[in-house]
């Protein structure tokens, strides 16, 4: 089991900065599991769509709309994952969830946390 706590979401003007932080906790075993962790977003009335994703290797992956403004990194010493985002817009507007999919034995696990609101003020 692996539990995932976001912070750092809040209110910010259009072009400003927040950076988001994820902080995964449990046995030793299962976050030493972790494989990718990534960053989903929902706004109101739309599905939950992926922002940007990073492997264990450090990897990324960003969506179009974020590329460019979004960066996504990990320590994994710490097992935290953090999503800096400059220059933000009125349509990044959302709740912003980590994810995070453990591999262990042949099973594959994926864990969501509760969520941060972002709130771009135009």
């Known amino acids: 089991q692996v539990q995932l706590v976001e912070s750092g979401g809040g209110l910010v003007q259009a072009g400003g900065s927040l950076r988001l932080s994820c902080a995964a906790s449990?046995?030793?075993?299962?976050?030493?599991?972790?494989?990718?962790m990534a960053w989903y977003r929902q706004a109101p009335g739309k599905q939950r769509e992926r922002v940007a994703i990073i492997s264990s290797g450090g990897s990324t992956s960003y969506a179009d709309s974020v590329k460019g403004r979004f960066a996504i990194s990990r320590d994994n010493a710490k097992s935290t994952v953090y999503l800096t985002m400059n220059n933000l817009k009125p349509e990044d507007t959302a709740v912003y969830y980590c994810?995070?999919?453990?591999?262990?034995?042949?099973?594959?696990?994926?864990?969501w946390g509760r969520g941060t609101q972002v709130t771009v003020s135009s």
């Open positions: 449990g046995s030793t075993s299962s976050k030493s599991s972790i494989t990718t």
């Open positions: 994810n995070s999919v453990t591999a262990r034995s042949g099973v594959v696990n994926s864990y």
